[in-house]
Structures are given as structure tokens and as C-alpha cells.
């Protein structure tokens, strides 16, 4: 076994930290056990020279290690009550006051695509075949290649559409062998996946009508949440609304974000 010194935790900690605003201080055990096969499929005999590694190959090997040390799980109509608010309440706005029907959404920290492909699926639903007037694609955003190239695969277990109405897996998906389920064209090319490290400034020029960052700022820490939930403040249009993830919270005295309902804001 290679074991982790006080030095290179606390080295490994405080670059991811500073670089992907993931906090790693618990999870000294999780790094020496999960990274145990990373380091010996390289030829590694410590993790200094690993984390060197990690460091110097940026985008690639530091995803691999931040998958094996984050979760990427996600499945279709996860929290539905974020979709629910988009029929009910986002939509019939957008119907009444969006003239130019156009409509931004993104899906921050979108992993494996289940979250991004079921609001165009609520979309597609709610506009029905006045759908053909609206432009609504979505940009879908993650700092791990793999789980995007996943998304753009579209290829899904039984069990991530577990939670999807039955009528949805039968209109939008068509089934491949006796598992698997193959996302329609139709949604899959109005997603728009795009690798971004959510700690970079954001490189869009146009606001967002929508915001979707559920179950991510999870690994953040307070100081990093609040510096991320004002970026998204900047990045919406004035009445847009952010959607985090019923078990977070945006803190109320250091963002000028309403509060709507649980896990949704708005701004002004
Ligand atoms: C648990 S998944 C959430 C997926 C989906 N939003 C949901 O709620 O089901 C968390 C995702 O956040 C991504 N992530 C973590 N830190 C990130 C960062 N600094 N920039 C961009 N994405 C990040 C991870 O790669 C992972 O895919």
C-alpha cells in the first residue's frame, strides 16, 4: 500500500482547493484508497510524484482523480419539484412576457446529461407544437470529460429513468437491447455540452434565463459557495431564476438573490 504523508494531503488539499473549489479536507482516507490503482497503473511508487502529475496535465488527470473522489450520479427527473416549477410557474411567464422567445438555460455541473435533457424534455411537453416558434437550447457545463462524453452518447440504464413519467421514456427514448435506453435526436441536439471548471470566470457573454446547479456546491466551502452563487447573480437576467439542490442553501445575508420556494431563487 502507498501511503499519503501529513505533506502531500495537505499539498493535494490545498491545490484543489485553490484550482476546483472542491474542499478535501475529510477525505484524507477516501484519496489513499481510491488513488491506490490510479497511481500504480501509472508506475507511481508515491503520491508526490502523482500529484506532480496531476498538476502538471491539468484538465486530464486531475479530472480522473476528482471523478474518483466526487460522485458524478445523476438520473432523469431528479427533484422533480424544479420541473414542476418550470411548467407551473417559469414557462407560463416566459409565454406571456418573452416576445422574442428565446429562451438561455444552463445545467451547471450537468454530469452525465440526465439533468439538462429532461428540462428540454418539460419544455418540449408544455410548448407541444408551439415548441417550433421557440429557439430554448440549453448549455450543459462539467469540469469531467467523461461524464459528458457520456451525456453526449445519450445511452442510459433502466435505472436512471426509473424516476421519469412512462409516457416520456416511451416518446423520447428509443430502447436498445434489453437494458438500455437511446435518447431521440430530437432532444439530444438541443443540448450544447461544454467542459467548464465552474471556479474559471464564466465565458458567456449573454445572460441566462435559467440556472440549474443542483447537488454540486456540495463539495464547496462556505467562502466558495457565496462567491459562486453572486457569479450566477451576474450571469442571469433580471427576474432569471437558480435552481440548487433541495439539501443546499444560498445564504440569504450574502446574496442579493429572492428566495421563491425551498432551492429556488430569483433575481430582482
Ligand atoms: C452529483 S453531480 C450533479 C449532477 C446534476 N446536477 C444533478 O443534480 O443530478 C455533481 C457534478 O458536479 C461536477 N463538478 C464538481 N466540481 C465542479 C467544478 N469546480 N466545476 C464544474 N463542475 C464541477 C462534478 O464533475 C459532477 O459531475
Known amino acids: 500500500m502507498i ?16 484550482n476546483y473549489g472542491i474542499n478535501l479536507t475529510k477525505k484524507r482516507q477516501l484519496i489513499e484508497s481510491r488513488m491506490q490503482a490510479v497511481l500504480v497503473s501509472r508506475g507511481f511508487t508515491n503520491f508526490t ?28 427527473y431528479r427533484e422533480p419539484a424544479h420541473f414542476e416549477f418550470m411548467r407551473k410557474v417559469f414557462l407560463p411567464m416566459q409565454e406571456k412576457t418573452n416576445t422574442r422567445k428565446v429562451l438561455r438555460i444552463w445545467s451547471a455541473g450537468c454530469s452525465s446529461g440526465e439533468e439538462a435533457y429532461t428540462a428540454i424534455m418539460t419544455m418540449m411537453e408544455y410548448f407541444g407544437i408551439k415548441k417550433a416558434s421557440w429557439d430554448f437550447r440549453i448549455l450543459a457545463t462539467d469540469i469531467s470529460l467523461k461524464a459528458m462524453e457520456a451525456a453526449k452518447n445519450g445511452v442510459y440504464s433502466e435505472e436512471s429513468l426509473k ?17 438500455y435506453y437511446e435518447l431521440k435526436d430530437e432532444v439530444r441536439n438541443q443540448v450544447i455540452f461544454k467542459r ?14 435559467l440556472i440549474f ?14 462567491a459562486l452563487i453572486n457569479k450566477f447573480y ?35
Open 49 to 76: 510524484d502523482y500529484f506532480n502529475l496531476v498538476k502538471q496535465n491539468k484538465s486530464d488527470e486531475v479530472t480522473l482523480m476528482l471523478n474518483k473522489l466526487t460522485t458524478n450520479h445523476t438520473y432523469f
Open 213 to 226: 446547479c443542483r447537488n454540486v456546491m456540495i463539495y464547496f466551502d462556505q467562502p466558495t459557495k457565496n
Open 196 to 209: 467548464l471548471n465552474l471556479m474559471d470566470p464564466f465565458p458567456y457573454q449573454q445572460p441566462f434565463d
Open 3 to 18: 501511503r499519503l504523508t501529513d505533506k502531500e494531503f495537505q499539498d493535494i488539499v490545498t491545490y484543489v482547493k485553490s
Open 234 to 268: 451576474d450571469a442571469l437576467k433580471s427576474g432569471g431564476y437558480l435552481f440548487i439542490g433541495h439539501s443546499e442553501t444560498v445564504q440569504r445575508d450574502t446574496s442579493p438573490f429572492i428566495y421563491v420556494e425551498p432551492s429556488i431563487y430569483r433575481k430582482g
Open 163 to 179: 424516476e421519469l413519467p412512462k409516457t416520456w421514456k416511451m416518446k423520447y427514448f428509443n430502447k436498445q437491447g434489453d437494458e
